[in-house]
């Protein structure tokens, strides 16, 4: 069964970094096209960026709101996604989520001082 | 960026109900277009993608078409489980772009 559980989200005050997880189990992270995705209290979905699987280059491609500031990264040996936001921003507040053609639950980020 | 419009925002309809939902992208996405279910609390679900190709283990209730710019995601005979907010997206080129959602609700 595949599954993904995020973790490491929580209070942050502006300018501050997290580092997000994703677990990944029952398929490999690297053979996955694996995407961050966000969604604001009460508002939409919007796309953080996005890694490619290894065969296809492992490209990385960010939203522009977060290009610079945040980095995708995986690592194997553990089937884990990350998501490396520094300079956070009110504005990044929100669930964040880590998805192929699964989602997980999601964890919540909170900017503010 | 290629610009999402999702209609309507918000329906209500009754267990049984045919809904249809639309997408119009602000150009051509080549029928790299996804349909999501969200449920507060829950993890999101990829219904459709590639614009009509059912998810594995998606009911056949169901359905979605379109193409070019224009795509349509329409449930046959509305459950209860189905109240939940849809969203469109793009994957034909990044940034990868959602519509605003339809919130389907119980009339």
């Known amino acids: 069964e595949v599954q993904l559980v995020e973790s490491g989200g929580g209070l942050v005050k502006p300018g501050g970094s997290l580092r997000l997880s994703c677990a990944a189990s029952g398929f490999t992270v690297s053979n996955a096209w694996m995407t961050w995705v966000r969604q604001v209290p009460g508002k939409g979905l919007e796309w953080v960026g996005r890694?490619?699987?290894?065969?296809?280059?492992?490209?990385?491609d960010y939203a522009a709101p977060v290009k610079g500031r945040f980095t995708i990264s995986r690592d194997d040996s553990k089937n884990t996604l990350y998501l490396q936001m520094n300079s956070l921003k009110i504005e990044d507040t929100g669930v964040y989520y880590c998805?192929?053609?699964?989602w997980g639950q999601g964890t919540l980020v909170t900017v503010s001082s | 960026d290629i610009q999402m419009t999702q209609s309507p925002s918000s329906l209500s309809a009754s267990v049984g109900d045919r809904v249809t939902i639309a997408c119009l992208a602000s150009q051509s996405v080549g029928n790299y277009l996804n349909w999501y279910q969200l449920k507060p609390g829950k993890a999101p679900k990829l219904l459709i993608y590639g614009a009509s190709s059912l998810q594995s283990g998606v009911p056949s209730r169901f359905s979605a078409s379109g193409s070019g710019t224009d795509y349509t995601l329409t449930i046959s005979s509305l459950q209860p489980e189905d109240f939940a907010t849809y969203y469109c997206q793009q994957s034909y080129s990044t940034p990868l772009t959602f519509g605003g959602g339809t919130k389907v609700e119980i009339k």
């Open positions: 890694i490619k699987r290894k065969t296809d280059g492992g490209t990385i």
């Open positions: 998805s192929t053609d699964y």
